[in-house]
């Protein structure tokens, strides 16, 4: 099993590019077992967000609709 906690120390995040020059931005790193991590790109050394393939598939999806 892994340790997400353990992978985001050396987690390699990116910002879409969809995200211009404003402050309202988000940063995406992939994890192992297709996991992926999402933090606010403001606050690098803050919480992040850990989802299963699951749950970013659902997200990604309410996004587009929005």
């Not at 192992?32 to 992040?48: E, N, Q, T, Y």
């Amino acid at each position: 099993m892994t340790n997400p906690q353990r992978e985001l120390t050396g987690a390699v995040w990116r910002k879409s590019s969809h995200s211009g020059s404003g402050d309202q931005c988000v940063e995406v790193a992939p994890l192992s077992s297709d996991l992926r991590a999402v933090r606010d790109s403001k606050d690098p050394g803050g919480p992040a967000l850990v989802l299963t393939p699951s749950a970013w598939r659902n997200l990604l999806s309410a996004i587009k609709e929005a």
